[in-house]
C-alpha cells in the first residue's frame, strides 16, 4: 500500500514539474501566435478578446477557464443572444477546428488549476448530475487533453466521455500521458470530433439516473 501511495505522489509531482516545463516552453514559443490571433479576434469577433467561464477543477472546486472567443455578441430584434450556429463565424470555425482556441488555458496550468492532460474541466452545474462514477474525473486536475479527447472528443455521448475519463484516473501514468499528447496532435491534424452531429458544439450534459 505504501509503495502504490509512493509511486502515485511521485507521478503527481513528476507530472506537474512536467507540465510547468512544456508549458513556459510553449508560451515562449507561442508568444508571436498569441498575439495574432488576439488582433484577428478583436478585429473580426470583437471584445472580449477572451471568453472567460467558471468550471469545475479538482475535487469540483471552481477556477475560471480562459480560451480565445470563437463567438460573437450578435442579438436577435428580442435582444436575445443568437444561436451558436449563427454566432459561429469563419474564424472562430477555424480556432475550434485547429483548438486553438484553446491556447489561453496554458495559462490555467502555470496557475496549477489544469494540467496538459487530464479530463475536460465543464461547468459548475453538472456537479449535481454525476453518478458517483463520474464524480471520479474530479479526482485529479482537468486537462487541455484527454484520454477522451482522443477518443472521439465532441462525437461521442456524454456517457461514453465519462467512461473514458474515469478509465484515465483509474490508469494514469507518464507514458500514457505522453501516448494522449501524441495522439492530439494527430487529431488535431485530422479534425475530426469537434462537434456533435447536428450541433455548432455539442449539447448540455443533462445527466441521468443510476
Request: hydrophobic share 40%; proline share 5%; aromatic share 10%.
Amino acid at each position: 500500500m505504501n509503495t502504490i501511495l509512493s509511486r502515485n505522489k511521485n507521478y503527481t509531482r513528476d507530472k506537474r514539474i512536467f507540465d510547468l516545463v512544456v508549458t513556459f516552453f510553449l508560451l515562449v514559443i507561442l508568444s508571436p501566435l498569441f498575439l495574432l490571433i488576439g488582433f484577428m479576434v478583436r478585429i473580426m469577433i470583437g471584445t472580449p478578446v477572451f471568453f472567460r467561464q467558471n468550471r469545475s477543477g479538482k475535487d469540483g472546486k471552481p477556477f475560471i477557464i480562459n480560451k480565445f472567443c470563437t463567438m460573437t455578441n450578435e442579438r436577435g430584434k428580442n435582444g436575445n443572444l443568437l444561436t451558436d450556429a449563427d454566432r459561429l463565424n469563419p474564424l472562430g470555425r477555424f480556432l475550434r477546428r485547429t483548438s486553438m482556441d484553446e491556447l489561453p488555458e496554458l495559462l490555467n496550468v502555470i496557475k496549477g488549476e489544469m494540467s496538459l492532460v487530464g479530463p475536460r474541466p465543464l461547468l459548475m452545474q453538472y456537479l449535481d448530475r454525476y453518478t458517483p462514477e463520474q464524480m471520479c474525473r474530479h479526482n485529479v486536475r482537468p486537462g487541455i487533453t484527454g484520454w477522451a479527447q482522443v477518443n472521439g472528443r465532441n462525437a461521442i455521448s456524454w456517457e461514453e466521455k465519462f467512461q473514458l475519463d474515469v478509465w484515465y484516473v483509474k490508469n494514469q501514468s507518464f507514458w500514457l500521458d505522453l501516448n494522449i499528447l501524441w495522439l492530439t496532435v494527430y487529431r488535431v491534424l485530422q479534425r475530426q470530433g469537434i462537434s456533435q452531429k447536428g450541433q455548432a458544439t455539442c449539447q448540455p450534459f443533462k445527466g441521468r439516473k443510476e
